[in-house]
């Protein structure tokens, strides 16, 4: 959940959702894997197709590199820059 940079969310509201995730896991006893990615960095500059080649060599299943693509693909973002929110990419 994004919120750093939303008028409406202050960066703790991240981490209450994801303690409230864990907890709610916890207590349906549901296996689960979190995973947080900080490519905001970076997001320009990565190899998609070697990360996904990495996650392959690494043991991920097809099933599991799929659901990073699909979720890489549909994505989007928006910067502001001198008070302007810029489009989505």
Do not use: C
Not at 17 to 32: E, F, G, I
Not at 42 to 56: G, K, P, T
């Amino acid at each position: 959940a994004q919120s750093a940079f939303l008028s409406s969310k202050g960066i703790h509201d991240s981490f209450l959702y994801v303690q409230n995730t864990v907890r709610s896991l916890h207590m349906k006893k549901t296996p689960a894997l979190l995973l947080k990615l900080d490519i905001a960095r970076a997001f320009d500059n990565v190899s998609w197709e070697y990360l996904l080649d990495l996650l392959q060599a690494l043991g991920f299943s097809a099933r599991w590199r799929d659901w990073i693509t699909w979720l890489l693909s549909t994505s989007s973002s928006s910067f502001i820059l001198n008070g302007q929110q810029g489009p989505a990419i």
